[in-house]
């Protein structure tokens, strides 16, 4: 059974912060299939589609420990890491990018880094939700636990519906043609 996992810091304080955007974009799509989302055993909660036989998962942890619950909701569905598709931000890609990619380093992303370090594999599909450039001179912590400008926020909805559907077709219909349908810019 396939998984996909949102990354993010939990709380009221970090809800709404770029660093959150995956986690969101997963939350999103949880609403719009109307499921119910309720704990797992271990640092996540989840929600299951029977439809499509898809687990989707939100980190109970805090971002750098991500692999905590990347691990806990592998041991608990039983799921190998090829099966995981991991979404979350990356303030290397502009705003409104999405990139899918099957493995790869942690592009300096913490989350990324916990969970690669704690499966021990780079070996798990991952999306990448774009929320920069990073503004010369700005800390890139700072950036990630800002929130999104008036502008950005008018279109996070719309990020948000690509990256549901960049996630329901790496399932159904396969990484390589995901990637070649999804892999874009949502918005200018």
Known sequence: MPAVL???NPGDRYSHT??????????????????????????????????RDLVM???????NASGVSAVDLLRYFEI????LLVVC??????????????????GGHNG?????????????????????PLPD????????????????RERLDEIRAAAGEAMLAVFRDGLERAMSAHNRRVVE
């Open 6 to 8: 949102g990354l993010g």
């Open 18 to 51: 770029r660093h959150n955007i995956g986690r969101d974009a997963v939350a999103g799509l949880i609403a719009r299939l109307g499921a119910a989302v309720g704990p797992g055993r271990g640092e996540f909660v989840f929600a299951r589609d029977p439809s």
């Open 57 to 63: 998962a939100l980190n109970t942890t805090y971002m």
């Open 80 to 83: 190998e890491p090829a099966d």
């Open 89 to 106: 931000d990356d303030f290397n890609l502009p705003f409104g990018t999405l990139r899918i990619r099957p493995g790869g380093g942690d």
């Open 112 to 132: 990324l880094g916990s969970i690669i370090a704690s499966l021990g594999t780079r070996e798990f599909p991952r999306l990448r939700i774009g929320i920069g």
């Open 137 to 152: 001179g700005v800390d890139a912590a700072d950036f990630v636990l800002s929130g999104f400008t008036a502008d950005e």
